[in-house]
């Protein structure tokens, strides 16, 4: 995974990233088994009785896992560029699912976070950085300037990482013994400082964060990218 070029074991953690994404995509099953309703909804109360929260979770609980399967393979630098026609029509799947249902229906549940204010401030956070930087990342590339599209998506990916990042910080915090809802903030804002610090760090490490833009050409017969 392109986050760990150049890293130490990077292959160990790469490996750890798409095994941690792999349980969250497997753990989001139970909300449509219809067994017992999961502890998440119990603990939302009187909000998970209302048609129109319901509606926006799970419209964002389906966004946010077709994010993450759709992504997760675009970090593959090397499987990429073999494969030119997965990755359009996965990054047309991720850059779709991110823009109009994970992270808007996400801001709208930020307001019933868990967590209070801070909760709150967490989650907005997170989505708007979220749309625009996907939405950076559309833009240049319908404009064809590759060097913007690769740098946006580095960083939108590794909000959409935030997700599994924030499970495995929560669990370290509990075994560490961290009181629940100073556990949840933590992990939070902690999950956010992480993904910044993934993707900003391997853009300085592959000098991709100063590369200057400029317009991809293309054969005269040529087709679109």
């Known amino acids: 995974m392109l986050y760990f ?3 130490p074991f990077a292959w160990v953690w790469t490996l750890a990233t798409v095994l941690a994404s792999a349980v969250i995509l497997w753990n989001t099953a139970i909300y449509f088994e219809g067994g017992a309703r999961p502890h998440f909804l119990l603990e939302k ?4 009785k209302q048609a129109w929260w319901l509606a926006t979770f799970y419209f ?3 966004g946010a896992c077709l994010c993450l ?3 997760t393979p675009l970090m593959f630098e090397a499987w990429t560029q073999k494969h030119p026609r997965w990755h359009r029509a996965l990054g047309y799947i991720y850059i779709n699912t991110v823009l109009w249902m994970a992270a808007p229906s996400g801001l709208v549940l930020a307001f019933t976070a868990k967590g ?5 401030a967490g989650f907005a956070l997170a989505g708007v950085l979220w749309w625009q930087t996907t939405w950076t990342g559309y833009q240049a590339i319908r404009r064809r300037d590759l060097p913007t599209h690769i740098r946006a998506m580095v960083r939108s990916f590794a909000l959409a990482l935030s997700a599994p990042a924030f499970r495995v910080i929560q669990i370290g915090l ?3 013994g961290v009181a629940d809802e100073a556990n949840y903030i933590l992990s939070l804002w902690f999950s956010i400082v992480v993904s910044l610090l993934l993707s900003e760090s391997y ?3 592959s000098g991709r964060s100063t590369f200057p833009s400029f317009t991809v050409t293309y054969p005269a017969s040529g087709a679109n990218p």
């Not at 109360?45 to 998970?48: K, P």
Request: charged fraction near 10%; charge should be positive; proline fraction near 0%.
């Open 69 to 71: 399967a759709a992504g």
């Open 174 to 176: 509990f075994w560490l």
């Open 45 to 48: 109360g009187i909000w998970a």
């Open 60 to 62: 964002h609980l389906v």
């Open 203 to 205: 853009l300085l490490r």
């Open 116 to 120: 209070g204010g801070w909760g709150t």
């Open 5 to 7: 070029t150049k890293l």
